[in-house]
């Protein structure tokens, strides 16, 4: 028997194991901007856009000083968070140069336009903005055409100034 999952199913968070929760703060809510909804004790905290209850749940549980997840590893690839508009995205890769932080790539997916980092445990991360479906490449036969190119990135800077 088939099954589609429903159309408006969303994936709701994610929970990263990390090996010190301070040093992931700095990263997820000085430098990205989320915020802390609750600490749970010393070893776990929840954090989110607008106020929902976590996007984000940092935990140190089995993790707490350890190294992180080998690469070449089964396991999570990347978080992908997806910002509401083009400008701000920008807004995000201007902290981030502005900070230093280092990027690991940044790419034009013709769907969506992304630039990836690493948190400090070596995380992946992911940030977007979905262009508009109408936008999307797709075939003659209206197939997802989805690419990866190279991502302008002072062309998305512009946006801030526009």
Do not use: C
């Amino acid at each position: 028997m088939n099954y589609t999952v429903p159309a408006g199913t969303r994936i709701g968070h994610v929970h990263l194991k990390v090996t010190d929760l301070e040093r992931s703060l700095q990263f997820y809510r000085d430098l990205l901007g989320f915020e802390v909804q609750q600490h749970y004790g010393d070893s776990a905290v929840f954090i989110s856009a607008g106020g929902y209850h976590h996007h984000i749940g940092l935990n140190t549980w089995y993790s707490k000083g350890a190294s992180p997840a080998p690469v070449r590893a089964a396991g999570l690839f990347h978080t992908a968070i997806l910002y509401p508009t083009r400008k701000d995205l920008a807004v995000i890769v201007k902290r981030l140069i502005d900070a230093k932080y280092p990027l690991t790539g940044a790419s034009d997916h013709g769907v969506s336009e992304a630039i990836y980092l690493d948190d400090p445990d070596k995380n992946g991360v992911e940030l977007y903005w979905d262009k508009p479906k109408e936008q999307w490449p797709v075939d003659a036969k209206g197939n997802l055409q989805m690419i990866t190119g190279p991502l302008d990135l002072d062309d998305l800077l512009s946006s801030l100034t526009g």
